[in-house]
């Protein structure tokens, strides 16, 4: 247990509380245009959509991250030799709101909601992170979607305001995430204390300087005291 407690435990959502792998293979197999399609060429097609992003879609500037994300499977589909219609991309990307969260989750948000207050800050359009809140089963103090702030983290929009809506200091808010790039790093910029959950079995990363360093969320309650 620590003695230093935050005012607000901010998180990260997809990856860190929804199980972002589990959720986009699940939607990409459900995908009409791609169902005949291998594991394999399945897993290049999901892989070729990322770099799409980063590459292509981000540097551009705010634009919905529904649409983003039908524009990419489309994109990196055609790239490896199949067309998904338009309608079958909307429909992927609709579905994010239904993806599952990762077994400790619900817990240990419940036992962290009884101690702390809670918020969320996410690349996300509201209406799916909205979905997504209601299968984790926790009332949030706040949430933040790029939405609402027109940005994308690492950009730091989504941090100036929470702190700004939570009327709290840098060093008074706990952001946990499971990302080092767009959540860790400029988390650690701003002066903000942040966690690392070890998800996907992905290693923490050496420029990284977490409060505390977890395999899951459950644990970072009982570091907590929650």
């Known amino acids: 247990m620590t003695a230093w407690r935050p005012a607000v ?20 197999a459900a995908v009409p245009a791609l169902r005949r399609l291998s594991d394999a060429e399945r897993r290049s097609i999901r892989a070729r959509r990322e770099a799409i ?25 055609k790239e490896l030799g199949t067309e998904v219609p338009v309608a079958e991309a909307q429909a992927f990307a609709a579905s994010m709101g239904s ?8 817990r240990a948000l419940g036992r ?8 969320i800050l996410s690349n996300v359009d509201r209406a799916t992170l909205l979905e997504s809140v209601r299968l984790l089963g926790v009332e949030f103090d706040l949430l933040v979607a ?21 009327r709290l200091r840098a060093d008074q808010v706990l952001h946990v995430s499971y990302t080092a790039d767009h959540d860790l ?7 903000i204390p942040t966690a690392w959950v070890r998800r996907y079995g992905v290693a923490l990363p050496s420029r990284v300087d ?12 009982d570091d907590l005291g929650a």
């Open 9 to 28: 435990i901010t998180f990260d959502c997809y990856g860190t509380l929804i199980d972002w792998n589990r959720g986009i293979e699940g939607a990409i």
């Open 53 to 77: 992003e980063l590459e292509r879609y981000l540097p551009k500037g705010y634009r919905p991250y529904r649409e983003i994300l039908a524009g990419t499977l489309m994109e990196a589909a």
């Open 99 to 106: 993806w599952p969260p990762h077994a400790d989750s619900p």
């Open 112 to 119: 962290l909601r009884e101690k702390f207050r809670l918020a």
């Open 146 to 166: 790029a939405e609402d702030v027109r940005s994308y983290k690492p950009a730091r929009a989504h941090f100036d305001r929470a702190l700004s809506e939570l």
């Open 185 to 191: 790093v400029p988390a650690q910029s701003l002066g």
């Open 210 to 221: 977490p409060r505390f360093a977890v395999p899951d969320l459950l644990a970072l309650a």
